[in-house]
Protein backbone atom coordinates (compact mmCIF):
# COMPACT_ATOMS: atom_id res chain seq x y z
CA UNK A 1 0.00 0.00 0.00
CA UNK A 2 1.38 3.16 -1.28
CA UNK A 3 2.36 5.66 2.01
CA UNK A 4 3.33 9.29 1.06
CA UNK A 5 6.44 10.26 2.18
CA UNK A 6 7.95 13.79 3.81
CA UNK A 7 8.88 14.78 0.60
CA UNK A 8 5.43 13.99 -1.58
CA UNK A 9 3.74 15.82 1.10
CA UNK A 10 6.08 18.74 1.35
CA UNK A 11 5.91 19.18 -2.68
CA UNK A 12 2.56 19.60 -2.30
CA UNK A 13 2.76 22.83 0.04
CA UNK A 14 5.77 24.12 -1.81
CA UNK A 15 3.40 23.80 -5.50
CA UNK A 16 0.82 25.79 -3.37
CA UNK A 17 3.63 28.51 -2.35
CA UNK A 18 5.32 29.00 -5.57
CA UNK A 19 2.05 28.51 -7.97
CA UNK A 20 4.08 26.87 -10.78
CA UNK A 21 5.86 23.40 -10.77
CA UNK A 22 8.69 25.03 -12.34
CA UNK A 23 9.11 27.39 -9.23
CA UNK A 24 8.41 24.58 -6.69
CA UNK A 25 10.96 22.33 -8.54
CA UNK A 26 13.74 24.66 -8.41
CA UNK A 27 13.20 25.26 -4.57
CA UNK A 28 13.15 21.59 -4.45
CA UNK A 29 16.27 20.81 -6.41
CA UNK A 30 14.36 18.20 -8.69
CA UNK A 31 12.86 18.70 -11.76
CA UNK A 32 9.33 19.41 -13.08
CA UNK A 33 8.97 16.07 -14.44
CA UNK A 34 9.20 14.26 -11.05
CA UNK A 35 7.21 16.59 -9.00
CA UNK A 36 4.60 16.37 -11.05
CA UNK A 37 4.35 12.34 -11.01
CA UNK A 38 4.87 12.62 -7.42
CA UNK A 39 1.42 14.72 -7.28
CA UNK A 40 0.01 12.78 -9.27
CA UNK A 41 0.52 9.51 -7.29
CA UNK A 42 -0.22 11.08 -4.19
CA UNK A 43 -3.61 12.53 -6.36
CA UNK A 44 -4.23 8.83 -7.03
CA UNK A 45 -3.94 7.31 -3.53
CA UNK A 46 -5.99 10.10 -2.29
CA UNK A 47 -8.58 9.87 -5.03
CA UNK A 48 -9.07 13.25 -5.23
CA UNK A 49 -7.38 16.08 -7.40
CA UNK A 50 -5.54 18.25 -5.07
CA UNK A 51 -4.43 20.51 -7.46
CA UNK A 52 -6.31 22.89 -10.87
CA UNK A 53 -3.33 22.58 -13.31
CA UNK A 54 -3.24 24.71 -16.29
CA UNK A 55 -0.59 25.71 -18.90
CA UNK A 56 0.64 29.03 -16.69
CA UNK A 57 0.20 28.33 -13.25
CA UNK A 58 -1.33 26.20 -10.69
CA UNK A 59 -4.22 26.51 -8.01
CA UNK A 60 -5.33 24.45 -5.29
CA UNK A 61 -9.09 22.80 -5.41
CA UNK A 62 -10.85 23.11 -2.95
CA UNK A 63 -9.83 19.54 -1.68
CA UNK A 64 -6.51 20.55 -2.16
CA UNK A 65 -7.13 24.35 -0.08
CA UNK A 66 -8.47 21.50 2.62
CA UNK A 67 -5.31 19.34 2.81
CA UNK A 68 -3.20 21.98 2.94
CA UNK A 69 -4.36 23.71 6.09
CA UNK A 70 -4.44 20.69 7.89
CA UNK A 71 -0.90 18.98 6.64
CA UNK A 72 0.64 22.21 6.92
CA UNK A 73 0.82 22.60 10.17
CA UNK A 74 1.57 19.35 11.10
CA UNK A 75 4.60 19.21 8.57
CA UNK A 76 6.13 22.27 10.32
CA UNK A 77 5.88 20.49 13.50
CA UNK A 78 7.40 17.37 11.45
CA UNK A 79 10.57 18.83 10.44
CA UNK A 80 10.76 20.93 14.30
CA UNK A 81 11.45 17.51 16.15
CA UNK A 82 13.61 16.16 13.15
CA UNK A 83 15.71 19.37 13.22
CA UNK A 84 15.49 19.70 17.49
CA UNK A 85 16.60 15.68 16.75
CA UNK A 86 19.79 16.54 14.71
CA UNK A 87 20.71 19.39 16.94
CA UNK A 88 21.79 17.11 19.12
CA UNK A 89 24.18 15.19 16.56
CA UNK A 90 28.13 15.08 17.55
CA UNK A 91 29.05 15.29 13.82
CA UNK A 92 27.23 17.42 11.88
CA UNK A 93 25.37 15.59 8.35
CA UNK A 94 23.14 15.92 5.97
CA UNK A 95 22.25 18.80 3.51
CA UNK A 96 23.10 22.38 4.48
CA UNK A 97 21.26 24.48 1.39
CA UNK A 98 22.49 28.37 1.35
CA UNK A 99 21.02 30.83 -0.65
CA UNK A 100 23.33 34.05 -1.89
CA UNK A 101 24.01 36.19 -4.71
CA UNK A 102 26.58 35.35 -7.01
CA UNK A 103 29.39 37.69 -5.94
CA UNK A 104 28.94 37.12 -2.27
CA UNK A 105 29.23 33.64 -3.13
CA UNK A 106 32.38 33.70 -5.23
CA UNK A 107 33.88 35.99 -2.32
CA UNK A 108 33.45 33.13 0.82
CA UNK A 109 33.48 29.77 -1.43
CA UNK A 110 37.15 29.13 -1.26
CA UNK A 111 37.72 30.52 2.51
CA UNK A 112 34.87 29.74 4.49
CA UNK A 113 32.29 27.22 2.52
CA UNK A 114 35.12 24.63 1.04
CA UNK A 115 36.82 25.06 4.47
CA UNK A 116 33.47 24.20 6.52
CA UNK A 117 33.30 20.99 3.95
CA UNK A 118 36.91 20.18 4.50
CA UNK A 119 36.01 20.22 8.62
CA UNK A 120 32.66 18.61 7.98
CA UNK A 121 32.86 16.25 5.18
CA UNK A 122 29.67 14.47 6.28
CA UNK A 123 27.78 17.94 5.36
CA UNK A 124 26.17 18.37 1.57
CA UNK A 125 26.02 21.83 0.91
CA UNK A 126 23.34 22.60 -1.74
CA UNK A 127 24.86 26.31 -2.73
CA UNK A 128 21.64 28.20 -5.09
CA UNK A 129 22.95 31.71 -6.28
CA UNK A 130 20.10 34.24 -7.78
CA UNK A 131 19.84 38.05 -8.09
CA UNK A 132 16.83 38.23 -6.55
CA UNK A 133 15.65 38.46 -3.16
CA UNK A 134 13.96 35.07 -1.19
CA UNK A 135 12.42 34.32 1.70
CA UNK A 136 14.67 31.80 2.95
CA UNK A 137 12.68 30.41 5.51
CA UNK A 138 9.62 29.45 2.66
CA UNK A 139 12.32 28.43 -0.01
CA UNK A 140 13.43 26.16 2.24
CA UNK A 141 17.15 27.10 2.81
CA UNK A 142 19.18 26.99 6.08
CA UNK A 143 21.49 29.95 5.49
CA UNK A 144 21.72 33.00 2.80
CA UNK A 145 24.13 35.31 1.93
CA UNK A 146 23.74 39.13 1.67
CA UNK A 147 24.51 42.73 2.34
CA UNK A 148 23.49 43.73 5.42
CA UNK A 149 20.96 46.46 4.87
CA UNK A 150 19.26 43.47 2.70
CA UNK A 151 18.86 41.34 5.24
CA UNK A 152 14.93 41.05 6.64
CA UNK A 153 14.93 42.77 10.28
CA UNK A 154 13.32 38.89 11.73
CA UNK A 155 16.72 37.12 10.59
CA UNK A 156 20.10 36.48 12.95
CA UNK A 157 23.23 38.52 10.96
CA UNK A 158 26.75 37.59 10.96
CA UNK A 159 29.03 40.26 9.73
CA UNK A 160 31.75 38.69 8.19
CA UNK A 161 33.73 41.72 8.21
CA UNK A 162 33.75 42.43 3.76
CA UNK A 163 32.81 45.41 3.45
CA UNK A 164 31.09 45.80 -0.21
CA UNK A 165 32.14 48.45 -2.49
CA UNK A 166 31.47 48.80 -5.87
CA UNK A 167 34.26 49.87 -8.81
CA UNK A 168 34.06 51.48 -12.15
CA UNK A 169 36.31 50.42 -14.60
CA UNK A 170 37.39 49.83 -18.67
CA UNK A 171 40.07 48.65 -20.47
CA UNK A 172 42.98 50.87 -20.98
CA UNK A 173 42.24 50.60 -24.78
CA UNK A 174 38.73 51.80 -24.10
CA UNK A 175 39.80 54.80 -22.46
CA UNK A 176 42.97 55.52 -24.66
CA UNK A 177 40.19 56.09 -27.87
CA UNK A 178 37.46 57.49 -25.73
CA UNK A 179 39.43 59.61 -22.71
CA UNK A 180 37.98 58.84 -19.05
CA UNK A 181 34.91 60.41 -17.58
CA UNK A 182 36.10 62.97 -14.36
CA UNK A 183 32.41 62.64 -13.08
CA UNK A 184 29.39 60.05 -12.58
CA UNK A 185 27.52 62.70 -15.04
CA UNK A 186 30.00 62.25 -17.93
CA UNK A 187 29.19 58.54 -17.92
CA UNK A 188 26.37 60.26 -20.51
CA UNK A 189 28.73 60.74 -22.86
CA UNK A 190 30.39 57.44 -22.63
CA UNK A 191 29.56 53.85 -23.98
CA UNK A 192 28.62 52.20 -20.76
CA UNK A 193 27.65 48.13 -20.50
CA UNK A 194 23.82 48.27 -18.62
CA UNK A 195 23.06 45.49 -16.49
CA UNK A 196 19.17 44.10 -16.37
CA UNK A 197 18.08 42.97 -12.49
CA UNK A 198 16.15 40.31 -12.27
CA UNK A 199 12.87 41.33 -11.85
CA UNK A 200 13.14 42.93 -15.26
CA UNK A 201 14.16 46.56 -14.61
CA UNK A 202 17.72 48.33 -15.72
CA UNK A 203 19.96 48.99 -12.66
CA UNK A 204 20.68 52.60 -12.47
CA UNK A 205 24.56 53.38 -11.06
CA UNK A 206 24.23 54.79 -7.93
CA UNK A 207 27.81 57.40 -6.59
CA UNK A 208 28.33 59.30 -3.50
CA UNK A 209 30.52 62.24 -2.86
CA UNK A 210 31.03 64.01 0.88
CA UNK A 211 27.30 63.83 0.95
CA UNK A 212 26.24 64.55 -2.43
CA UNK A 213 24.53 61.20 -4.32
CA UNK A 214 24.37 60.96 -7.81
CA UNK A 215 22.43 58.58 -10.10
CA UNK A 216 22.97 57.97 -13.44
CA UNK A 217 20.60 56.22 -16.53
CA UNK A 218 23.78 54.83 -18.77
CA UNK A 219 23.30 54.02 -22.14
CA UNK A 220 25.53 51.85 -24.04
CA UNK A 221 25.66 49.07 -27.01
CA UNK A 222 24.51 46.13 -25.12
CA UNK A 223 22.14 45.21 -21.82
CA UNK A 224 23.19 42.29 -20.08
CA UNK A 225 21.86 40.76 -16.68
CA UNK A 226 24.94 38.15 -15.55
CA UNK A 227 28.19 39.97 -14.24
CA UNK A 228 30.58 37.51 -16.06
CA UNK A 229 29.19 38.25 -19.36
CA UNK A 230 29.41 42.39 -18.32
CA UNK A 231 33.01 41.86 -17.49
CA UNK A 232 33.99 39.89 -20.60
CA UNK A 233 32.48 42.59 -22.48
CA UNK A 234 34.55 45.20 -20.45
CA UNK A 235 37.54 43.40 -20.62
CA UNK A 236 37.04 43.43 -24.78
CA UNK A 237 36.84 47.22 -24.64
CA UNK A 238 33.10 47.41 -25.65
CA UNK A 239 32.49 50.32 -22.87
CA UNK A 240 32.23 50.94 -18.95
CA UNK A 241 31.15 48.55 -16.59
CA UNK A 242 30.25 49.07 -12.90
CA UNK A 243 31.01 45.52 -10.70
CA UNK A 244 30.82 45.07 -7.24
CA UNK A 245 34.71 45.12 -6.25
CA UNK A 246 35.60 41.58 -5.74
CA UNK A 247 34.55 41.02 -8.87
CA UNK A 248 37.02 42.86 -10.65
CA UNK A 249 40.15 43.27 -8.24
CA UNK A 250 42.02 41.00 -9.98
CA UNK A 251 41.74 42.70 -13.40
CA UNK A 252 42.52 45.92 -11.87
CA UNK A 253 45.80 44.58 -10.28
CA UNK A 254 46.32 42.87 -13.73
CA UNK A 255 45.91 46.04 -15.52
CA UNK A 256 43.75 44.85 -18.09
CA UNK A 257 41.22 46.95 -16.28
CA UNK A 258 41.46 50.55 -15.26
CA UNK A 259 39.00 51.83 -12.50
CA UNK A 260 38.08 55.71 -12.79
CA UNK A 261 35.81 57.61 -9.65
CA UNK A 262 37.08 55.99 -6.83
CA UNK A 263 36.19 58.58 -4.42
CA UNK A 264 32.41 58.20 -5.92
CA UNK A 265 32.18 54.81 -4.75
CA UNK A 266 32.22 54.65 -1.24
CA UNK A 267 31.91 51.54 1.07
CA UNK A 268 28.52 49.57 1.48
CA UNK A 269 27.36 47.92 3.77
CA UNK A 270 29.12 44.68 5.17
CA UNK A 271 28.78 40.84 3.75
CA UNK A 272 26.88 38.50 6.01
CA UNK A 273 25.62 35.46 6.35
CA UNK A 274 22.28 35.25 8.33
CA UNK A 275 19.26 32.64 9.21
CA UNK A 276 15.94 32.38 10.78
CA UNK A 277 16.15 32.35 14.77
CA UNK A 278 15.70 28.40 15.87
CA UNK A 279 15.89 27.01 19.65
CA UNK A 280 17.30 23.97 18.02
CA UNK A 281 19.46 24.39 15.08
CA UNK A 282 21.07 21.27 13.03
CA UNK A 283 24.53 20.30 13.99
CA UNK A 284 25.34 21.65 10.15
CA UNK A 285 23.71 24.83 10.78
CA UNK A 286 25.32 25.46 14.00
CA UNK A 287 28.96 24.23 12.89
CA UNK A 288 28.39 26.90 9.88
CA UNK A 289 27.40 29.87 12.18
CA UNK A 290 30.20 28.75 14.42
CA UNK A 291 32.85 28.81 11.56
CA UNK A 292 31.55 32.18 10.24
CA UNK A 293 32.15 34.01 13.45
CA UNK A 294 35.69 32.73 13.54
CA UNK A 295 35.88 33.87 9.83
CA UNK A 296 34.60 37.77 10.63
CA UNK A 297 37.22 37.81 14.12
CA UNK A 298 39.80 35.69 12.01
CA UNK A 299 39.91 38.65 9.61
CA UNK A 300 39.21 36.54 6.64
CA UNK A 301 40.31 33.18 8.10
CA UNK A 302 38.76 30.90 9.48
CA UNK A 303 42.25 29.17 11.92
CA UNK A 304 42.28 32.16 13.65
CA UNK A 305 40.47 32.56 16.87
Request: charged share 20%; proline share 6%.
Amino acid sequence: MYRPSLNDLDAILTIAREGTFRGAAHTLGMSATALSNAVAKLESSLGVRLLNRTTRSVSLTDAGRAFVARVGPALLDIHGAMDTARSQQSTPTGTLRINAFASGAREILRPLILDYLRRNPAVHVDLVTEGRLVDIVAEGFDLGVRRMDLVPADMIAVPLGRMQRYAVVASPTYFEHHGRPASPTDLLNHRCIRIRLPNGALFRWYFEKQGETVQVDVSGPITLDETSLARTAVLEGVGIGLFLEHNVLDDIAAGTLVRILDDWTPPLADLCVYYPSRRNPPAALKAFVDLARRFARGGGRTDKA
